[in-house]
């Protein structure tokens, strides 16, 4: 069955930078959109970045634009997300997601998701 696991996240200070993985299993990972998303208690799950399944597309959140970047190495089955210049309001539980749809305007979530990884940016 689809498997994604995250990792990767902790505790860092403001300014700091943090990498998740999310490995994948159990689909065609190459041929799948995949996406961050990220969630705080009380509020919706929001796209953090999106990414086609070859990479040639990408979109990230106005507020992480320039300091986050998605990749992903479709030989590993591996969807990363770096994080630099991390600030407090980053802190969220970050999921990783496969099977949506990417274009140059959006992206929307497909079915699938891991189990998240917590991300806390404090001083």
């Known amino acids: 069955q689809v498997r994604l696991v995250e990792s990767g996240g902790g505790l860092k200070q403001p300014g700091g930078s943090l990498r998740l993985s999310c490995a994948a299993s159990g689909f065609s990972f190459s041929s799948n959109t995949m996406a961050w998303y990220r969630q705080t208690p009380g509020k919706a799950r929001e796209l953090v970045a999106g990414?086609?399944?070859?990479?040639?597309?990408?979109n990230y959140a106005d507020v992480v634009k320039g300091r986050f970047t998605i990749s992903r190495d479709n030989a590993e089955n591996t969807l990363y997300l770096q994080m630099n210049s991390l600030k407090p309001e980053d802190t969220a539980e970050y999921y990783c997601?496969?099977?949506?749809?990417?274009?140059?305007?959006?992206?929307?979530?497909?079915?699938?998701w891991g189990q998240g990884t917590q991300v806390t940016v404090s001083s």
């Open positions: 997601n496969a099977g949506g749809v990417i274009n140059y305007v959006y992206t929307k979530p497909g079915a699938y």
């Open positions: 990414i086609s399944s070859t990479g040639s597309i990408t």
